[in-house]
């Protein structure tokens, strides 16, 4: 067990839809990451937050958007879903961000887009 | 950027035997290089890191990964495989970014099948 915990576990939804995904990081850690990984993308870098602001954007699409909450836990909104977005979520927490520090995962959100 | 790139997308061996996964990195620096594994319907768990220390980096459950950077690799290797270790393994590279901050970059990873 990471300490890192993302909820739901599992998502099913139809196209159009919005959906959030949460994720509350490991205790004493301000960096949170998003990631999606799907079969045809492997595990992509979506964006990433520290202490509440967002410092980081990936391969996110602007249909996406994330925040860090005051108590660090964070939310991944996806809207306007499409069949493509069905993937696993995964939500990683570090102390910081700086290079080196290990990235600890949660056990991931799996959506599927109907 | 920093790039990874796993050479075999699957790899067989029996049970007591050696294994070796194969990572190649592209970096313009001293990386950092990670391997992590996910084992099915599960999160993805780290099993080494190296930050520029020692070349050779123990990890858990018996897996060590060499930095070797004349040949621009980090293969991950254990020299008896168990049953439990079959899993997807992921080779990963930090890479920094403007902010100062890193994000993972993430190998197509390898999936490690193990015979009885």
């Known amino acids: 067990d990471s300490g890192v915990t993302q909820t739901p576990k599992h998502l099913i939804t139809a196209t159009g839809q919005r959906v959030t995904l949460r994720c509350s990081p490991r205790?004493?850690?301000?960096?949170v990451y998003w990631y999606q990984q799907s079969l045809d993308q492997g595990l992509q870098f979506l964006i990433q937050?520290?202490?509440?602001?967002?410092?980081a954007k990936g391969n996110i699409l602007e249909r996406f958007s994330a925040q860090q909450f005051p108590d660090l836990h964070s939310e991944l909104n996806l809207s306007s879903l499409e069949l493509g977005d069905s993937a696993l979520y995964f939500c990683?927490?570090?102390?910081?961000?700086?290079?080196?520090?290990?990235?600890?995962f949660g056990p991931g959100t799996r959506l599927t887009v109907l | 950027a920093q790039s990874v790139t796993q050479l075999d997308s699957h790899v067989s061996v029996s049970e007591g035997t050696p294994v070796l996964l194969r990572c190649n990195y592209s970096?313009?620096?001293?990386?950092?290089l990670f391997w992590y594994v996910q084992h099915p319907n599960k999160g993805l768990q780290l099993l080494l890191k190296y930050t520029s220390a020692a070349t050779l980096v123990k990890g858990i459950n018996g897996f060590e990964a060499e930095f070797k950077k004349s040949e621009t690799s980090f293969h991950l290797t254990k020299p008896s495989a168990h049953m439990s270790d079959a899993a997807e393994y992921f080779c990963?590279?930090?890479?920094?970014?403007?902010?100062?901050?890193?994000?993972?970059?993430f190998g197509t990873g390898t999936r490690l099948l193990v015979s009885p």
């Open positions: 990963v590279v930090s890479d920094p970014m403007n902010t100062g901050f890193q994000k993972l970059v």
């Open positions: 990683a927490s570090s102390v910081e961000g700086q290079r080196g520090n290990e990235q600890f």
């Open positions: 970096s313009s620096y001293s990386p950092s």
């Open positions: 937050y520290y202490n509440g602001e967002e410092r």
């Open positions: 205790s004493g850690d301000l960096s």
